[in-house]
């Protein structure tokens, strides 16, 4: 319960004011986002990724949060980077606050509000907001360990989820539901609507819950889909080479050692020793890197 009255005091904050007072209980970044030379050579079109800086705390269970994103949309974003001009001072590590899932929805939902949703509210109504009901309010605790380590992070209770979301909402002159039942109640409504589109006949409930979960299945895979082509536009070439988003951490490893670190290290578990500190995006921004050249 401590938890959720600290997330409703920064509720109660201004952006400025939230970001100081994360700033005061995580500490400073101890690096860019991304390479600044990595950075300008992307601008200039010469290469087709940014190397990113060795920022990242998901092992703590902490987001990592641009402080400029009150100006700017999605600056963590390639595409973005380059169409929007994105300055390289946005990526700098004085610009950057640690923040848990909780903390890192709240920080977007007043960019929304002080800037009368220019900013903020895409990241808040497409991404934070579903996580949090995904994980807390319908228990679905997540496969990766970086998500899990975020998961338990910032844990709630699903009354604690709802009543934190109904805040989020009100600072933004929206409406929630006003308890769990609510919650749950309107997802029966969406296994009814599957039931009025299938015909009137009666079904039972394992019918029912069978269609829910093959409408969530489809659902997924069209998320997995969308996963998929975004990969593939940023690493075109690993199509072929048949590495997805979703490949192990382990062949990746085992690819770089191959492509680069066989004789620098004794063996691939060696290197997997020394690149524990480093997410598996950083490790397929480098296997890139190098199998370009």
Known sequence: MSNYKEYKSLLSKTYNEAVKFLLQKYGFAPDDY???????????????????????????????????????????????????????EYQKKDRLVYCDLIEHTILHVLITK????????????????????????EKVIPNPEWMRNCYNKSFLNPEGAVNILKEMQKTLGKSY????????????????????RRGPRVKDEIELAEEYKAWKEASEKQI???????????????KKMSICYDTPRQKVIAMLYDYKYSNVYKNKKELDLVMKPVIKDELLKELYLVIEK
């Open 224 to 238: 997995i889909k969308k996963k998929t082509e975004e990969f593939y536009y940023a690493y075109p070439d690993f």
């Open 177 to 196: 539901y006003s308890t769990l039942s609510d919650y749950y109640e309107a997802k029966q409504k969406t296994v009814e609507e599957l039931k009025a």
């Open 114 to 137: 002080e800037t009368s949703l220019e900013f903020g509210y895409p990241g808040y109504a497409s991404f934070l907001k579903p996580i949090i009901e995904e994980w807390y309010i």
């Open 34 to 88: 991304y390479r600044e030379k990595s950075y300008q050579r992307f601008m200039n079109g010469e290469i087709k990724n940014i190397t990113k800086g060795k920022y990242s705390r998901t092992r703590e269970g902490l987001y990592c949060h641009h402080i400029d994103e009150n100006k700017a949309l999605k600056i963590s974003d390639q595409s973005f980077v380059k169409k929007n001009k994105i300055p390289f």
